[in-house]
């Protein structure tokens, strides 16, 4: 879906090379299962470093990610008629029901043939949950699991008439009363969706809705740049050392709440704003995120030929490098396919094509 016509070209272009970083940012998060699976018993250098990365910092990508699809979709989805929103449903089903649904159904059938699906799941995973729950999601993860992103954003896409009722009459008092919701002790899951989702849906919509200035908290950059980094530094220490669990998970939902303006605004760097090479990679955002994770099994599951990490900078090796070697092949591949077989990967991303190849495709597949 094309919004450029409807954003300002600067924040258009941060908003779409920001897509690609969260995208690398959820890779690095589930790439940690490379440690634990060859370093049963990490040291604590390692363990420090990890837990920062995956646990605390880069758990601002998926709440980054909810808010730029809410902001997206309320500003290409200003019609509130019923024909118009049982087409957007018609749109979303396509666009992101249908790989979530194929992406699925592909990992079930692989576990079927072979009995297994290295780090994704086995036969007995099949028996025990079902495969129309581990293909829909519902009652549980999807077998890809990552990919519940995709089942809770067709949900809130589905809720969207709430939502623009909610952001046009009590905008800031229906995202406190979600992120009070959001904090409680039983609060993560808000109806099956995870309230984190909501919340942060939830507020890119509002934005848009109430045409908030995106950069709005610029004067305060530095006070919520501090407090960012003393709350990841906090979550982190509070990890590493076990401490309860219900103040380690406020002291990480407050975390993401900061590390959304934090992010944006470093996204006003010009050297990542204006980048060339980000530009480019960004059109295949979509491609990896829907790829990232069975590719990224299989790659820790052959590293154990290559290499056995042992150590911190053994261990640091395996989490960086299959993460890198992941994004590699998954963007090569999507290359490969946009030259070659353009089809085949729009019916892989539900025919969202990168920029470069709108005049051929007829869509570029912009927003969420």
Not at 235 to 241: A, S
Not at 275 to 298: I, K, M, Q
Request: hydrophobic share 55%.
């Amino acid at each position: 879906m094309d919004t450029s016509s409807r954003i300002d070209p600067e924040i258009s272009r941060r908003l779409d090379l920001l897509k690609f970083l969260l995208v690398v940012g959820v890779v690095l998060i589930h790439a940690e299962r490379a440690i634990h699976a060859y370093m049963p018993d990490p040291g604590l250098a390692l363990r420090v470093v990890n837990t920062f990365l995956g646990w605390n910092l880069l758990q601002v990508c998926v709440p980054m990610l909810f808010v730029i699809s809410g902001f997206l979709f309320a500003t290409s989805s200003p019609s509130p008629g019923l024909r118009e929103y049982l087409r957007m449903l018609g749109r979303k089903l396509s666009t992101i029901g249908l790989p979530y649904l194929f992406f699925n159904t592909l990992a079930v059938l692989i576990i079927l043939a072979f009995r297994k699906f290295p780090y994704i799941g086995d036969i007995h995973t099949l028996e025990e949950r079902g495969i129309f729950s581990l293909i829909t999601g519902i009652g549980g993860l999807p077998i890809i699991s990552p990919l519940w992103f995709l089942r809770d954003l067709l949900f809130l896409f589905a809720l969207s008439p709430l939502f623009r009722f909610l952001a046009g009459r009590v905008p800031l008092a229906g995202l406190a009363a979600v992120f009070l919701v959001w904090n409680l002790p039983f609060g993560a899951y808000l109806g099956g969706l995870e309230t984190r989702g909501v919340f942060f849906f939830f507020a890119g919509y509002v934005l848009a809705a109430t045409r908030s200035r995106l950069d709005m908290a610029q004067g305060a950059s530095a006070a919520i740049g501090v407090a960012y980094v003393l709350l990841l530094v906090c979550g982190t220490y509070m990890d590493v050392e076990g401490a309860p669990d219900y103040a380690a998970y406020v002291v990480k939902n407050v975390g993401a709440l900061l590390g959304v303006p934090f992010f944006w605004r470093l996204s006003a760097i010009p050297a990542l704003r204006d980048s060339r090479v980000l530009a480019a990679l960004s059109g295949y955002a979509v491609f990896l995120y829907l790829l990232h994770e069975p590719t990224l099994s299989l790659i820790i599951y052959l590293s154990r030929f290559v290499f056995v990490p042992a150590g911190t900078f053994g261990g640091l090796f395996l989490y960086l490098s299959t993460a890198a070697v992941t994004v590699a092949l998954v963007l090569w591949t999507g290359v490969l396919l946009v030259s070659h077989a353009p089809a085949v990967y729009g019916f892989l991303t539900g025919f969202r094509y990168p920029a470069r190849t709108c005049g051929a495709a007829g869509s570029e597949g912009r927003g969420a």
